[in-house]
């Protein structure tokens, strides 16, 4: 079946470790994103990537990077992982640029100790 | 983008159509409205979106107020498995150099049997 897919499904991360979240869409989409979602806070993006071979800022980058050297993948990396960034994150992708029309997978839960 | 308001929950009976209602009253000329709905730890799931027109698909109808200030999603027979958040987002259309989607806290539907 056609979609997105993210991996790990939930991890358990000790403070200071570093983590890549897996995204791969199987769509041909150019544009892909990573969300974060917190209780009362809502979703908030964190990266995004119109196209292969660029990326973006959202409203909530520090802490991570990104890098999309195909269309297909959209890797999110923790490069030391603080207990702040325990939360559900989520990839998303879509085919116009302008992020309306998304499609999301079903999410990784990282707990960061 | 403009700000929307939406109930933050509503109940619907099992079989009966249920009535989402959202306030955009800053909605500028270029901007589409787009609902989302994410059932219990899923990711977010795109229902319809529209400019002015009323729309429907096999989902859902939009029903778009000839100012453009406010909106109705309408899913016809709910069931029980329409119990979700439901966002209402309102952006500029699918185009470069806009790519925030910013889901609120939307309207939690309770469908009951």
């Known amino acids: 079946i056609a979609g997105i897919t993210q991996a790990p499904t939930s991890q358990i991360l000790a403070a200071g470790r570093r983590m890549t979240l897996r995204c791969t869409q199987d769509m041909r989409h150019n544009a892909m994103y990573w969300y974060r979602q917190d209780l009362g806070l809502g979703l908030r993006l964190i990266h995004y990537s119109n196209t292969a071979g660029t990326t973006g800022k959202g409203e909530v980058p520090d802490g991570y990077s990104v890098s999309r050297a195909n269309t297909d993948d959209f890797p999110l990396t923790l490069a030391s992982a603080v207990p702040s960034q325990t939360s559900v994150y989520f990839c998303?992708?879509?085919?116009?640029?302008?992020?309306?029309?998304?499609?999301f997978g079903s999410g990784t839960q990282l707990s960061v100790l | 983008d403009a700000k929307t308001t939406q109930p933050p929950s509503m109940d619907c009976a099992e079989g009966r159509a249920a009535n989402l209602p959202c306030n955009h009253s800053?909605?500028?000329?270029?901007?589409?409205v787009y609902w989302y709905r994410q059932i219990h730890s899923q990711g977010p799931q795109y229902i319809i979106h529209g400019l002015k027109n009323n729309e429907t698909n096999e989902m859902a109808s939009l029903i778009i107020t000839e100012d453009r200030k406010s909106s109705t999603l309408i899913l016809p027979h709910a069931t029980l498995r329409d119990t979700a958040v439901y966002y209402c987002i309102v952006r500029v259309g699918p185009n470069f150099g806009n790519e925030k989607l910013t889901f609120g806290t939307g309207t939690r539907l309770t469908i009951i049997p």
């Open positions: 800053t909605i500028s000329g270029n901007e589409y």
């Open positions: 998303a992708s879509s085919e116009e640029g302008g992020a309306g029309k998304l499609f």
